[in-house]
Each structure stands twice: as C-alpha cells, then as structure tokens.
C-alpha cells in the first residue's frame, strides 16, 4: 500500500495514525493553533485590552445603579477610561449621542460632565476609533 507521509505542521516530525490527523500530538497541535491565532501585532491586543479596562470602569461606575449615573470625566479619566476607544457609537431621536462600550453607553454633557447607562439590549451595530 502506498502511504503518503505527512509532517506535522508544528514541529515537521512524521505524523502517524489517520489518515486526516494532521498534527503528532496534542502539544504540537494545541502550540500551533495558539500561534494562529494569537493577536499577530500588539495594536489588536493593545486595543483590546483598552476596551476591556473601559467596560469594567464603567461597569463598577454602574455598579448598585439601574438606569444612569453622572460622572466627571475627570473622575473616569482618573481611573484609565479612555474616551477615545470604543465599540459602537448610537444617536437618539433628541440627536443626543452615546458612545458605547459593549452594553454601556456614555453621553457628553457640558464640559466635563458625561451620562453614563447600561443598555442590556445593545446591539453591536458598529465600532468606532474617535480621533
């Protein structure tokens, strides 16, 4: 029988057994797919990590309130926020707008001062990089 011989894509080492397996061993396989799919430069991983830390910010800042709370954006500021970072931006019918977070959404008012809500039922429907 004629057997094609198949290296491993991870380490190059022979593999052996089906005929569809494709790495040696659970090592090789789980070290390869970890590479793949790594976030490739530090921008992606820098960019999540901002909108992470921005969401648990806002969320602690949400945290005993139902609807909305006002803040300084001094006092986010302060604890990392980052007002230019984040995932979707949404205007209501009063053309006020809300820059959103996941589900919390942050509305400039004045200066200094910002609205900040939780909508549980925002959807993601764009994501933005304010410059």
């Known amino acids: ?6 290296n491993c894509p991870a380490c190059g080492k022979t593999v ?3 005929a569809d397996k494709k790495f040696c061993d659970d090592y090789c396989r789980n070290n390869y797919n970890n590479q793949l799919n790594s976030d490739g430069s530090n921008y992606v991983r820098n960019v ?3 909108l992470r830390r921005n969401r648990r910010i806002l969320e602690e800042t949400m945290e005993g309130v139902e609807k909305a709370t006002a803040r300084t954006k001094a006092e ?3 604890k990392g ?3 230019d970072y984040f995932t979707s931006i949404f205007t209501n019918k009063e053309n006020e707008t809300y820059y959103y977070c996941y589900e919390y959404g942050l509305k400039e008012v004045g200066v200094d001062k910002c609205i900040i ?3 549980k039922t925002q959807k993601l429907a764009g994501t933005g990089n304010r410059d």
């Open 117 to 119: 809500v939780r909508n």
């Open 1 to 6: 029988m004629n057997q094609e011989t198949r």
């Open 76 to 78: 986010l500021a302060k």
């Open 48 to 50: 999540n990590n901002i």
């Open 81 to 83: 926020y980052r007002f």
């Open 16 to 18: 052996k057994g089906r």
